[in-house]
């Protein structure tokens, strides 16, 4: 039986209902943390917990919970669904009223999760993918993990209909971002990523790149760079909590260099691989 998290309480999944006026359903008010889950235990926590924190602030939003108690709950939801290598997600709304555009008084938060299975091996792509080139027409404020996705659902379908995995993001001859990652390219033996600023969302697994790259002695530039550079790159990956490191071979209709993922790429794809296989052999003891 699946269990889900609403509020403080673990519930089975038919059982979780919310209020047709939260503001979640009606205004997108929400925001939202997705965390992998690596021999039972989540990666970079606390990483994500400093992002939810600030996308909480930046939206005024009340946290429902401490984030220890937050993570305590978090924890028992996956081991109530028994959940080795998966995904927790979770939202929380500003919360149920009469709809109005201001914020109205005396609302309660609310938040409901869920913990599910993801096996590595289903979302690993190690010949790598094709994406397509989208407008990004989302807003301006892409550093907030918000539930507003619709420029992120509409590119995402739009690339999928050309037959590609995941939508590259470029706001005029500049790439931001994916549909749901972020995306690095190489160029002569250095990694260039947009940087942290209010047109991408900072992604968890982009930071964690960015240090596996300095540990691996790679170079790491974070500035813009435009849709010519990413179709002349060496190598073009992109990162997210689900798809880890995953390199892209062709963008529409154009071959990335040899059209395999490229040496870099392949170092810290090995890298994270050899991270996540040291927290599953921890886990055992
Ligand atoms: N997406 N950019 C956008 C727009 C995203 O939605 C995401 C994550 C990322 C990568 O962030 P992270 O490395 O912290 O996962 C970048 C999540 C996984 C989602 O919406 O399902």
């Given amino acids: 039986m699946t269990i889900i998290l609403y509020q403080d309480k673990f519930l089975p999944r038919e ?10 359903y009606q ?31 930046e939206l005024r939003l009340k946290l429902p919970y401490s984030l220890e108690h937050l993570t305590d709950n978090l924890n028992q939801l996956i081991r109530q669904n028994q959940i080795n290598e998966g995904l927790v997600y979770f939202q929380i709304t500003r919360g149920a009223a009469h709809r109005q555009h201001l914020f109205p ?6 938040l409901t999760g869920s913990a599910v299975s993801l096996p590595r ?16 027409i989302r807003w301006l404020r892409c550093d907030i993990k918000t539930l507003n996705l619709l420029g992120n659902v509409l590119a ?16 005029g ?5 994916g549909s749901s990652c972020n995306v690095f390219i190489v160029q002569n033996g250095q990694l260039v990523t947009h940087p942290a600023d209010h047109f991408i969302l900072n992604g968890i697994t982009r930071l964690h790149v960015i240090d596996l790259a ?7 530039e974070e500035r813009t ?26 963008i529409d209709e154009r071959v990335i260099a040899s059209g395999k993922p490229g040496s870099i790429t392949q170092k810290l794809m090995n890298a994270f691989d050899e991270e996540v296989a040291r927290i599953k052999a921890a886990a055992l003891y």
């Fill in 121 to 136: 091996e289903e979302t690993l792509r190690p010949n790598g993918i094709k994406v397509s080139l989208v407008d990004d």
């Fill in 27 to 57: 205004f997108g008010d929400g925001i939202y943390e997705a965390i992998r889950v690596y021999g039972g235990k989540m990666f970079l926590l606390d990483l994500h917990m400093k992002r939810l924190e600030r996308s909480a602030r």
């Fill in 225 to 250: 760079f435009s849709t010519d550079e990413l179709y002349h790159a060496d190598e073009v990956f992109i990162t997210s909590t689900g798809a880890e490191v995953k390199p892209v071979v062709q």
């Fill in 105 to 110: 008084d005396h609302i309660e938060s609310v």
């Fill in 173 to 177: 001859a500049t790439v931001t971002e």
């Fill in 214 to 220: 300095g540990k691996l002695n790679i170079p790491v």
């Fill in 15 to 24: 059982q979780g209902q919310v209020d047709m006026e939260d503001r979640g």
């Fill in 156 to 171: 995402r379908q739009e690339a999928h209909e050309k037959g590609s995995e995941e939508a590259i993001l470029h706001r």
